[in-house]
């Protein structure tokens, strides 16, 4: 049995009424059929931007959400979810009546529509991974609304197979083999993953897709026949085991996982041993192992075809046995056996563990979020290599981490208890130093309110200005990033007030003795400073003098002042205390700071800067007892600094 993907359109509410009420009680029923007469009266004649009918669309998604069992919400959400946007007045006139759950997964339908890669193929990976982030940020939420959103792109590749020729149809298979196929079969969810994978692959390669069905179509009525014989051979099988209730069928086996096995393991469509396939479902796990001795002792085992997924699941949670054996015409068959369920397990995946029912409790226990995120982590190694990024979802299970969203949709994660202004320098350095407000959610909050996942945050900035010294104060900033930025900001500050004191005090000596016409970059040169910024900062602190200064215009330097600069020039082994030496600070070069007398840090050494009012800057050794005493008394002034020649 070859499974083929289904293209069938929806053809209206009523034939669709009695599947999309199932597992419902009867007020959920006429409710759900109230919404969706609704829904039907407003989307119908709209349009996506792919020209699918968005009518038919949102009842396909609800009935592939009422096929994975799911809850009331989650249909109610895959009906009105286009409502908001399309027909925006009914949205206002409706959403007070729905309840929080499903305006909570409408909430979450529209934040991920915008999910996708840029390209097709071989999208870049800082796509890939935003796009992971935004399914994850949603997950973490309510994962009913990436199943949603599965089932939504199962709908868009079916209207894509019926309309092969539309310009987007390649990108959207293509991105949908990228990410949606392999997230349904992290997430166990069997029933869609197959059919992503046919319609994408009919979609992206429809030559190779033809044929091989055109063959698997040849032998089809000979292959059913010979299935037909299996079946009844092994429930005389079951009923003398005296296994009850059992179930034997023909397993379907789809085109793209046969193209990948024939890929894979080079061999001829004739040599697939489970395009012959039988799957036994049982009550119990002592049954799956009885039944298998029994299937192996009637029948001879292939060699290296048996694999046990009951005592090793997959990753994605799967467990069955799988076994292939030669029947009695001679030709091989793959057996797999598993519980009833196993058996839904691997069809619904994590939507067997997610079906909401009145009155029963909502899954959300540690260990449970704890499987759904290993899923997640697996997924994004398929899709994208992404370390840093993964050791984030794994602290997202201690709520280490929080994800919030640009008006645009871009997600960010952020520690837990960060502030508008971490989210602004995470955005970009410029951003945060031009925060002036921030709305939450619509709403203008003060800048040291700490932000929740789920929010929209948007920065308020101005055209000029920078950060305020109030910023590092307790409560305002919560990363290292954002605090590290902002001490910058005023160490270069300070550096450029002290540079432009230090070219006036420089200009006025030059004048004084009439040396106006002075090339300042020379004269830098022959003190040992590579830039005239250099010249002007230590001029203003008084490492160089007047003196020292006009003996270099005649180009006579004092001994003592060219030793100075020599030292100011290469790295030593051994900074006196008169000495000035090239830090970095925040990244940034450029820096000459004087070795603090009470610690002498010397080359090498772990060191801090400290921002001194008088002084400019000044080194420090990290386990310093001064440096201990200025973070508690002016922590906005102690810098992270490493040696320039380190």
């Given amino acids: 049995m070859v499974a083929t993907t289904s293209s069938v359109a929806v053809a209206s509410w009523e034939t669709a009424q009695a599947a999309l009420g199932i597992e419902l009680s009867e007020p959920e029923r006429l409710q759900l059929e109230t919404v969706a007469r609704d829904a039907q009266s407003w989307l119908e004649g709209l349009t996506l931007e792919t020209g699918e009918p968005v009518w038919s669309h949102a009842l396909g998604m609800a009935l592939l959400a009422a096929e994975l069992k799911l809850d009331l919400a ?248 799988h076994t292939a054996v030669v029947a009695a015409d001679g030709r091989p068959l793959e057996v797999q056996i598993r519980t009833f369920a196993m058996h839904r397990a691997a069809e619904f995946g994590v939507a067997a563990h997610w079906r909401y029912k009145e009155g029963a409790p909502k899954p959300s226990s540690y260990d449970e979020k704890i499987a759904l995120l290993r899923s997640l982590l697996a997924w994004r190694d398929e899709v994208a290599d992404a370390n840093v990024w993964a050791d984030r979802v794994k602290r997202a299970i201690k709520e280490e981490v929080i994800y919030v969203t640009t008006p645009a949709g871009r997600v960010i994660d952020l520690p837990y208890g960060a502030t508008p202004i971490d989210f602004a320098y995470r955005i970009h350095t410029d951003v945060g130093h031009r925060c002036r407000g921030v709305k939450v959610d619509g709403q203008i909050v003060p800048l040291n309110t700490p932000l929740t996942t789920g929010q929209t945050v948007e920065i308020l900035t101005a055209k000029t200005g920078g950060p305020s010294r109030d910023w590092l104060q307790p409560g305002f900033v919560v990363t290292r990033h954002a605090r590290s930025k902002i001490r910058l900001w005023f160490a270069q500050a300070e550096q450029a007030q002290l540079e432009a004191r230090g070219k006036t005090l420089v200009e006025q000596t030059l004048a004084r003795a009439g040396k106006t016409k002075t090339k300042v970059d020379d004269l830098a040169a ?95 050794h990290q386990a310093c007892p001064e440096i201990a005493r200025l973070r508690h008394v002016h922590p906005e002034r102690v810098l992270p600094a490493t040696w320039e020649s380190s």
């Fill in 74 to 321: 989650s249909r109610l959400a895959a009906l009105l979810y286009p409502v908001p946007t399309r027909v925006p007045e009914q949205w206002d006139a409706i959403q007070e009546s729905l309840s929080p759950d499903v305006l909570r997964l409408i909430k979450g339908l529209q934040r991920l529509h915008g999910v996708r890669l840029r390209s097709g193929d071989g999208a870049p990976e800082r796509d890939t991974i935003e796009a992971v982030r935004k399914m994850v940020l949603a997950m973490v939420e309510d994962v009913r609304v990436v199943l949603l959103r599965l089932s939504s792109r199962v709908m868009t590749l079916r209207w894509f197979a019926k309309h092969p020729e539309h310009e987007s149809a390649r990108s959207y298979a293509a991105e949908s083999q990228t990410l949606y196929a392999p997230l349904a079969n992290r997430l166990g969810i069997w029933r869609l993953k197959w059919e992503i994978e046919d319609l994408a692959f009919r979609l992206l390669d429809p030559e190779t897709y033809k044929s091989l069905a055109k063959r698997l179509e040849e032998r089809r009525v000979e292959r059913e026949a010979f299935i037909t014989e299996r079946i009844a051979e092994f429930t005389a099988l079951l009923q003398q085991m005296k296994i009850a209730p059992f179930e034997v069928t023909g397993r379907p086996k789809h085109l793209y996982s046969i193209f990948l096995k024939m890929q894979r393991k080079r061999l001829d469509l004739r040599e697939i041993y489970d395009l012959r396939a039988v799957r036994i479902l049982v009550p119990t796990v002592a049954d799956c192992y009885a039944v298998l001795a029994e299937v192996h002792a009637r029948y001879q085992p292939i060699e290296g075809e048996f694999d046990d997924y009951i005592a090793r699941p997959k990753a994605n949670g799967y467990q069955s046995l």
């Fill in 526 to 620: 022959r003190l040992g400073f590579k830039e005239p910024a250099a010249l002007y900062r230590a001029f203003a602190r008084g490492e160089v003098g007047p003196k020292a200064l006009l003996e270099a215009v005649e180009g006579k330097p004092d001994a003592s002042e060219s030793a100075s600069a020599a030292r100011r020039r290469a790295p030593q082994d051994h900074v006196g205390p008169n000495a000035v030496a090239s830090v970095v600070i925040g990244g940034e070069r450029g820096f000459y700071a004087q070795p603090a007398k009470c610690c002498l840090p010397q080359l090498g050494d772990a060191i801090v800067a400290f921002l001194s009012r008088s002084r400019g800057l000044t080194i420090h």
